[in-house]
């Protein structure tokens, strides 16, 4: 059966949404079942059983099936309440079969075991506890209540043995059921156990991004401060007749002015990433504008050689996020220290995303860092703190709804973040 699961459904309803397709897929067993048990007791057997009525209770049980399909691929909410309901509703067809063909000396009368078993691994105590009273009533009702077969003259000297057929059949039937369905909704209960444990760890790397976010902008608060009077009396410096004669110490004075001005631009840049109104507001512009002045940047800044491919096609108008832009300096910035030579970036578009990958020629990823990726100190190098380059790139990525991939290539690595446009961009596309 296709997967009829909604994209958007919450990850804490997967697991009822799961266990319900659970049901309705064993509800087409169950009909399938019925109706060759049905046929071939009144074909092979010579047994006459209230055919027109047998086969509507299967036809409601296709009803049944339809609605609970249309239920899943809305998207409804899968509550203990409606499990139960679509496990009483198996109980009451279960019993109208029983009801018509010979109540509970019928050896199916088991398959009763089924739903309790079911009931006690997918819902709620109480509803559980329901669900046996129930059974154990309609089994009671069925010892008293019920529409007796007419056996052929050549089947009544051999019912006991036929009934013990009967009864091995379902036990059969009842095993197989039992370890195909809850084997598997104790592993839909299981993948929602490691989502919820994905959340979790999301939540804690999270936290410690904010205490990174927090620390740097308290440093970036004090470095203000001692920056701005460096330059201003570097400006003053300057200006001094004595430096003004000497032009190699005028051109030191010069150095430590950009250097200062450098420092100064990196504050404003930590503090605009963590939302203070000391930073400057984000601009608008295009993927290919922005790209292009990062590596631009960044490579003039280096000093390092990069070979870089703009195949994004018609450019898209978008906010230059200081936060995005960090995130790929830090990629450009693990692909240096990772290359032998040569850096490799490509902006390309694929769909309603932009994709950049940057390469390197260096050693590539180990294994134990591939199975890690995207957490905290996951590096090579041997030198505590390292390892977070790469760790605030995927996080950075996925809040703004992408993915990051690594690939070792026969020399070298390339790790590729995919950007939903949406997500950046900034209303008017330059269309």
Not at 183 to 190: K, M, S
Not at 254 to 272: F, H, N, P, S, Y
Not at 375 to 387: D, I, L, R, V
Request: proline share 3%; glycine share 8%.
């Amino acid at each position: 059966m296709t997967n009829v699961r909604p994209p958007w459904l919450p990850i804490g309803e997967v697991a009822g949404h799961d266990n319900m397709l659970l049901l309705v897929q064993l509800r087409w067993l169950a009909v399938a079942g019925q109706l060759v048990t049905i046929l071939l007791t009144q074909l092979a057997f010579d047994i006459h059983l209230p055919m027109v009525a047998m086969l509507g209770v299967l036809g409601a049980l296709v009803m049944l099936n339809g609605v609970s399909l249309i239920l899943l691929r809305s998207g409804g909410r899968i509550t203990n309440e409606v499990l139960s309901g679509a496990l009483l509703l198996d109980v009451a067809a279960l019993s109208a079969q029983l009801y018509l063909s010979g109540g509970a000396t019928n050896p199916f009368v088991s398959l009763f075991l089924l739903q309790v078993v079911l009931g006690s691994v997918l819902l709620d105590r109480w509803s559980s506890w329901m669900l046996v009273v129930v059974t154990t009533l309609a089994f009671a009702l069925l010892t008293r209540f019920y529409q007796p077969i007419t056996l052929p003259p050549s089947i009544m000297l051999s019912l006991f043995a036929l009934h013990i057929q009967g009864m091995w059949v379902c036990f059969a039937l009842v095993a197989v059921l039992l370890v195909m369905f809850v084997t598997r909704i104790n592993a839909n209960l299981r993948e929602q156990d490691r989502r919820f444990a994905d959340i979790r760890r999301q939540a804690v790397e999270e936290e410690h991004i904010v205490r990174i976010g927090l620390l740097a902008s308290g440093a970036a608060h004090e470095l203000g401060t001692p920056l701005a009077s460096l330059s201003v009396i570097l400006g003053d410096w300057k200006r001094m007749p004595a430096i003004t004669r000497d032009p190699e110490l005028l051109r030191d004075v010069e150095d430590m002015q950009a250097e200062v001005m450098r420092c100064k631009a990196i504050v404003t840049g930590i503090l605009m990433s963590s939302g203070d109104p000391r930073g400057e507001a984000s601009t608008q512009t295009s993927v290919r504008v922005l790209f292009d002045r990062i590596v631009a940047d960044w490579a003039a800044a280096r000093d390092r050689n990069v070979r870089y491919a703009d195949a994004f096609g018609e450019d898209v108008r978008i906010a230059s996020d200081v936060v995005l832009q960090q995130a790929v300096v830090n990629l450009l910035d693990n692909a240096a220290e990772a290359a032998a030579s040569a850096i490799d970036v490509t902006l390309a578009r694929d769909g309603d995303a932009l994709t950049l990958t940057v390469g390197d020629d260096g050693r590539g990823f180990a294994a134990e860092q591939l199975e890690k990726l995207g957490k905290p100190y996951n590096s090579s190098k041997a030198e505590q703190g390292h390892g977070l380059g790469l760790f605030l790139v995927s996080n950075v990525t996925r809040q703004l709804g992408g993915t990051l991939s690594v690939t070792n290539r026969n020399r070298g690595a390339a790790v590729t973040i995919r950007l939903p446009l949406d997500t950046i961009r900034t209303g008017d596309d330059g269309r």
